[in-house]
């Protein structure tokens, strides 16, 4: 009865190695066993295309490899595509053994333009108004008639002092004239008064007109005395 008991017993462990020999033993020689045994021993790691699809026969994975798998790994994608890219041609940029002068600076902006403030426009209206009053008194002053230069010359005078005579000659030194105060010379010049070094000149027709005064112009010698010869007034 003992004898019966081993033998069932030793059967039973034999066929429990044999199943724990097929299913870890074997898969960990490479020969078969479990799922990943199911497919064949030479199949190759599938092709990846450029999307990252694989499309061809797939990797064999040994079983130390899917044992140190993690959920979170992934294979990177070999892209073909980035391979064959042409570089691009790269910008040269600055010699540093070439000397190149610095551009200008820029110019600098324009002036605003000013805004003249309420005061300085009532400054410029009345100085407007005053350079136009300006000009018409002096376009009515420049149409006054004026009276005629006074070019004689006076010499002297001579005479008793109720009765004094001025020595007039003319601008060429050829006519000479004795007058008196109130004689009028040429129907234009009023002698008004006879002084010591000088006479008082008024202009006929003009009324308003100041005195001129004119001194006493030294005489040129031209023989005689100024008062003999002349033509008295």
Known sequence: MSTTRQRNLLYL????????????????????????????????????????????PRRPVARGERKGAKPGDRVEVLRMADLERVPQESTPGRDPWRFVDPPPPPAPPPPKPHVPTAEELRAAEEARRRAEEAARLAAIEAAKPKPPPFTWLYLGRFGPPDKQLAVLTDANGKTVRNVKEGDVIDNKFIVERIGLESVDIRFVGFPD????????????????????????G
Do not use: H, Q, Y
């Open 13 to 56: 462990l034999g066929f429990v190695a044999l199943i724990a020999f097929w299913r870890v033993g074997l898969p960990m020689l490479g020969i078969g066993g479990g799922e990943e045994a199911a497919a064949p021993a030479t199949a190759a790691r599938p092709a990846v295309d450029s999307e990252g699809d694989p499309t061809g």
């Open 209 to 232: 007109v100041p005195a001129k005064r004119v001194g006493v112009t030294p005489r040129r010698p031209v023989g005689g005395n100024p008062g003999v010869g002349g033509n008295p």
